[in-house]
């Protein structure tokens, strides 16, 4: 591991690691009754000391496991030459659960504790049951911490990715919020400006043009009157190029046709890859419609598409845009498991339900009405009148 990768906690446990293998190892050296015994401590010392300092033992597994394999043959024949090694048994576990695979840390730690406790009995100690408790208490304390802090290891990074994933999540959808309410604001200021100033400016420019015909000819006001009416037709023209700008970006390079079209095609938007298969149709001569209408349609087949996709379990829908003498229809019908339209309740989160596409449809002038049973399918249908030079 990464020293600079540990925290204050483990910083602390490596140093009380340091410092228990160091301490026995002066203690067997101390206690050995021969200078071979005290030499040897020093070699494991010294083996100890340099798979500590060495990058490759603590980025590489291999590496590591042929530096345990090396500590481990020093610490034999330290165990051979004086009993007091035995007690170096306990450092040992940690190290071999830490840098190896559990499959062969296990093993390991067995062989370890045998070990140790063959080498006490073979220094003629006598037999009793702490000879065999001692380090196979040992191993099982040193499996148990080390096993149960790796599982508190892999929770806290689970959380600490579920966490990362939420922020993200919640950026996303900062995102999405943001985006929407930017789409929400272009519509709303281009109804506006539809509804008031272009209508005012239309009205102004028919005014002055029944005014240009009832003065004579020779009147002063008639120059007067004919740039007037001149701009008034600029500006509107000037308006109606600001609600095209803000028009929905689905209807930005083509006809409301063009986008219900795109709307039905496999793998759009409302239902990339899943959903029931959508066909469109027109009937009547199509006319050219405002741009709030051509945004409330589009808005209205979108939510009752996604409505059909997300709760209606259908097989088949249909979006038909009608167009007749004094209105403009849409109807959006499905094969799904229907339902009863005197339940519904408006959306809890805001979203384009029933109760929104109504408001959408009446803000026009016109109607929104919802056919449904339970197992019969739905029929949702908007109708808008025309407005006069349509």
Known sequence: MDPRSLTPALRALRLCLHLLMAGLLVLAAVRAHAAAGTVMAVVTGVVYAAGSYLPSVRNSQRAAAVWLAVLGASWLALLWLTPEALWLAFPLYFLQLHLLP??????????????????????????????????????????????????????????????????????????????????????????????????????????LRAAERILPADSPAAGHIGRAREAAQDNLAEARRFVRELAPPDLEHGSLRAALERLCEPGAGVSPGAGPRVRFSVSGTPAELPTPYEVALLRIAQSALANTVRHASASRAEITLSF????????????????????????SDGGFGLPAMRSRAESLGGTFTVESAPGQGTAVAVSLPLPAGA
């Open 102 to 207: 559990t499959r062969w840390s296990l093993p390991a730690v067995t062989l370890t504790a045998g070990a140790a406790i063959l080498s006490y009995v073979g220094h003629g100690a006598a037999l009793n049951p702490g000879v065999f408790i001692g380090p196979l208490l040992g191993a099982a304390v040193a499996v148990a911490t080390v096993l149960g802090y790796q599982a508190l290891y892999r929770e806290s990074e689970r959380r600490r990715r579920l966490i990362e994933e939420l922020i993200a999540t919640r950026a996303e959808l900062a995102a999405a919020e943001r985006h929407a309410g930017t789409l929400a604001e272009r519509e709303r200021l281009a109804r506006e400006i539809h509804d008031t100033l272009a209508q005012g400016l239309s009205s102004i420019q028919l005014l």
């Open 324 to 347: 007749m003498d004094a209105s403009v229809t849409l109807d959006v019908v499905d094969d799904g498991r229907g339902f009863d339209p005197g339940s519904v309740r408006p959306s």
